[in-house]
């Protein structure tokens, strides 16, 4: 049986009273914390690839709480951030939410307000690493398509039946059927619906409502 890694709450935030009444909480709760003074500590000492969620100061000496969760975008880390302020700044608030945080609280919060923030980021760190995984396995599967394979892929799942196909890659309907078989295979599929999951999943083509397809 394949371990699962426990979900690591990080905290930062620069009041060492703040930090040990909150990691009192979350640990009480069950939740492994790993907190730190500042946003450069962070960066420093947390694990990248480690599931989790992220509790944030905005007003922090150095690197800001904003500036930070504009790091972490810009080098695709997908830990949800939970802000945590001591100033109910609306445009503040409106502004982290739109660059994708996943919530903003005001301090002092409450407990329970508190733990269900983290129990709800922790589930959609969740949801983000499993669909990236599918990705993965996706690509890994597109990956063993020939160059001529990934063609065919890309017209079929776009809905045009075999004899288009064939005519629009200067071949016969027969290879055609060749290739796509090889493609059902590869990406390992039994169906035609469960191919436009998959490639849909990677960003290939979709069905319209009024396209057909030949099986």
């Not at 699962?4 to 930090?19: C, G, H, K």
């Not at 071949?171 to 295979?185: D, I, L, P, S, Y």
């Amino acid at each position: 049986m394949i371990a699962i890694e426990q979900p690591t709450v990080y905290l930062v935030d620069d009041d060492p009273a703040i930090r040990k009444g909150l990691s009192r909480l979350l640990r009480t709760a069950n939740w492994r914390v790993d907190a730190f003074a500042s946003c450069e500590e962070f960066m420093l000492g947390h694990d990248p690839n480690a599931p989790g969620c992220l509790l944030l100061d905005v007003m922090l000496p150095g690197l800001n709480g904003l500036e930070l969760q504009r790091r972490l975008a810009d080098d695709g880390n997908p830990l949800p951030i939970i802000f945590l302020t001591g100033q109910g700044d609306i445009p503040m608030s409106v502004r982290a939410i739109k660059a994708g945080a996943a919530d903003f609280l005001t301090k002092p919060v409450g407990a329970d307000t508190l733990l269900r923030a983290v129990s709800d980021a922790i589930e959609r760190d969740r949801e983000t690493r499993r669909s990236r995984a599918n990705v993965a396995t996706i690509e890994q599967r597109l990956a063993r398509l020939t160059p001529r394979e990934r063609e065919v892929l890309t017209h079929v799942v776009s809905g045009k039946p075999n004899k288009t196909i064939a005519a629009e890659l200067g071949t016969v309907e027969k290879t055609v059927k060749v290739h796509r078989a090889h493609v059902m295979a590869k990406m390992r599929v039994g169906s035609f619906a469960e191919l436009v999951r998959l490639a849909a999943q990677a960003g290939i083509g979709s069905l319209g409502p009024s396209d057909s397809v030949d099986e």
